[in-house]
């Protein structure tokens, strides 16, 4: 079995196919839990706050090939279609997001097919997310299979717009009134400001608790000192 980003013979069925695709986003999310855990241990604070997967419906990836002038085969779905499996990760700033994301680019069996950041270069509604499509290896019983994964980061006020907005494109079928759109724009401009007020007063927290910390340290420094110096006294009678 070739790779499924260039040969994907022998990977002709629905089902192997959708096997494959909830597969990758198994692996995805595990690798994120484990970053996360991983952080929490030494740095005691979680970047990702939760994590949410779907695979795409078989109705939405008709449409989206349709939409751009592909045939409905397997084939195109597979080539053309990049977000059959869609992983969200929400997090608390936007620091976490190109933390999260550079780590997973560096994992050595991730491939990064493509970035778009619409956090620096937001869409013209004012969406606003970072979003990666990578390849990770499936490893069946004959052969490896890279699998695409679409990986969307985001702070949870970035996801609180992109959710309203979706449900409006939804309801008016992509021709919301101007005046919805405008303030939803003027909406993502609050979020922009919100995320960072958020993330310059996390900072700030972060140096208060930082200097705490060198406090403590001085402290029990000072008192491992003091301990030592009577020890000393009581064998030798006398401090150094
Ligand atoms: P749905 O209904 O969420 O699944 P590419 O993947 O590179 O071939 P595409 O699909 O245009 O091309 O990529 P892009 O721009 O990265 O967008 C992919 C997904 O991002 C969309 O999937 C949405 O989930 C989300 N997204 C992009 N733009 C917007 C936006 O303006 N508002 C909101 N709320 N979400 C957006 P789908 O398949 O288009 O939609």
Known sequence: ???????????????????????????????????NNEFQHVHQY??????????????????????????????????????????????????????????????SDINVLSIKDYIKHPKESGYKSYHMIVTVPIFLSDGVVDTKVEIQIRTVAMDFWASLEHKIKYKYEGYAPEHIKRELFECAEMVSDLDAKMMSLNEEIRGVAAEHG??????????????RTLLKERFYGEAE
């Open 1 to 35: 079995m070739g790779n499924m980003t260039g040969n994907y013979e022998g990977v002709d069925s629905w089902e192997t196919i959708m096997l494959l695709y909830n597969s990758a986003l198994k692996e995805i999310g595990t690798k994120l839990e484990i970053l």
């Open 46 to 107: 979680n970047p990702i706050e939760h994590i949410k997967s779907r695979v795409k419906t078989p109705e939405s990836i008709v449409k989206k090939l349709k939409r751009r002038g592909y045939e409905s085969t397997i084939e195109n779905m597979v080539k053309y279609v990049n977000d059959i499996a869609g992983i969200r990760v929400i997090c608390s700033f936007t620091s976490d997001i190109y933390r999260v994301a550079e780590i997973l680019a560096n994992q």
């Open 214 to 227: 060198a406090d403590d340290r001085e402290r029990e420094k000072q008192k491992r000192e003091a301990e």
